[in-house]
């Protein structure tokens, strides 16, 4: 079975690669082909992979190209992790941001929407291939604004094309070993949009833990998302969010440290991988310990800013696990790929699921999923404060769509005037011309 990554050279493919050579299983994937468009971090990440297969002898035979057709010929899985403008961009996005006096996050907000606005054309043409090229390939979506891109690639592929985030995974499995519970058997009960959804539930044996959990305030702020809404807050929610919420909020708090640290975390970022692209160019120098150095860093700095806002400090060493992006990857292929029939939270389309949203949109909730892909479950309705952000920020999300397709300046704009994170016309022309100006590429928005 023959799996190709869209953006092979980014640096969190070997999480990847790791999840597949601890799979024996018949029907496993035996061939992987690296795809992206700079070839020296291609060859970098392709050291790394070598490295971690050394002592596997049936490792998945790894192959590196940048030409786009090669690697889709032939694929049945095919793992969408672009970047469009790199760490550079990000951090552009993040300073444009900024400089109006808001958040500028890559996936929330005007950064999201600035990112969204350059990855949707880029993303569209990679559906169109891969209809074209392999249609009979299942596409797995990293690329963010996760939920955003699936979308715009759904309006190609279908149902051929899931989207999938490790956050509400990880949230679960803290959630669950803060009541003792083992994660494996627990099941929460999420909903919501990528990086906008809630846990109202957690199921263990048949009962829901989590009521438990909220009436318990020592026990409700000794974990991550505890300590960074604070209890009375989650006890008036009555439901866990998502840590991306933070920025919804505790907004103002958010911009006002992003804009009093030293560097935008997308700043940050950009001089870490250079760093350990530079270092493994070197033939010489080993490169999987110093990706697993860097990687290390990377997770113990994640939403730093957020967590000087609340001020808990540095990262316990129990929140430091995620929920594996990878191994939701795995999983879900393995249930496509071998009829394994599992449950998963996945972004799909939303069909019937909630009644707020038309039947294309797509939502991040719990799914079952098999040979014949994922389909939502049933759940129940949202409450009216998360009615209205999600609907704010679907809204936000066909805007940048309907830009894409139609070049349209004025709608581009309205996508960033709507955001509640924004909620400025004036600051949206702003933005626009701000991004515009930094990203070249945004110049195909040149129409009334």
């Not at 808990?312 to 992006?325: A, H, I, K, P, T």
């Not at 940048?400 to 509640?420: I, M, Y």
Request: hydrophobic fraction near 45%; glycine fraction near 10%.
């Amino acid at each position: 079975m023959k799996l190709t990554i869209l953006g092979g050279g980014g640096f969190r493919v070997p999480l990847v690669y790791g999840a597949l050579l601890a799979d024996h299983a018949e029907g496993r994937v035996t061939a992987v082909t690296l795809y992206d468009t700079d070839a020296g971090r291609l060859t970098a990440i392709a050291r790394v992979l070598g490295e971690q297969a050394a002592n596997v002898p049936d490792a998945p035979a790894v192959t590196a190209t940048t030409e786009l057709d090669e690697a889709l010929s032939g694929a049945d899985f095919v793992f969408s992790a672009i970047r469009v403008g790199g760490l550079e961009g990000r951090a552009a996005d993040e300073r444009v941001a900024l400089d109006q006096g808001v958040l500028g996050q890559e996936t929330v907000g005007a950064g999201g929407i600035a990112y969204g606005l350059r990855t949707v054309p880029v993303a569209v043409d990679l559906a169109q291939r891969i209809a074209r090229l392999a249609p009979n390939a299942w596409v797995i979506n990293f690329t963010n604004p996760a939920g955003l891109v699936t979308e715009a690639m759904s309006r190609h592929l279908g149902d051929r094309v899931i989207g999938i985030c490790d956050s509400p995974v990880g949230l679960g499995r803290r959630i669950a070993r803060v009541l003792g519970a083992d994660p494996d058997r627990s099941r929460i009960d999420y909903v919501g949009l990528n990086h906008l959804g809630w846990v109202r539930a957690l199921h263990v044996d048949g009962r829901d833990e989590l009521l438990r959990l909220l009436a318990d305030p020592e026990l409700l702020g000794s974990f991550e998302e505890g300590r960074l809404f604070g209890v009375d807050w989650l006890q008036s929610l009555g439901a866990i969010p998502n840590e991306y919420l933070h920025y919804y909020y505790f907004n103002r708090e958010a911009v006002r440290a992003y804009q009093d640290a030293e560097q935008t975390r997308g700043s940050f970022l950009r001089e870490q991988q250079e760093g350990f692209y530079a270092r493994v160019k070197d033939p010489a120098a080993p490169a999987l310990p110093a990706w697993d150095r860097t990687r290390a860093e990377r997770e113990a700095t994640y939403m730093s800013e957020n967590r000087e806002v609340a001020g808990v400090g540095e990262r316990d060493e129990s929140d430091l696990e995620s929920g594996g992006y990878e191994k939701v990857a795995l999983a879900l292929m393995r249930a496509v790929a071998r009829n394994e029939r599992t449950s998963l939270i996945l972004n799909v389309r939303n069909r019937t699921t909630l009644s707020v949203f038309d039947a294309d949109a797509v939502i991040e909730v719990p799914c079952l999923v098999d040979a014949n892909g994922a389909r939502p479950v049933a759940v129940d309705p949202l409450p009216y404060h998360a009615v209205g952000l999600v609907t704010a920020v679907k809204a936000v999300e066909r805007a940048v769509l309907d830009a894409a397709e139609s070049g349209s300046r004025a709608t581009a704009v309205k996508a960033f005037a709507l955001h509640p994170l924004v909620d400025s016309v004036t600051v949206a022309g702003r933005l626009l011309d701000g991004y515009t100006k930094a990203h070249p590429g945004l110049a195909y928005l040149n129409r009334p």
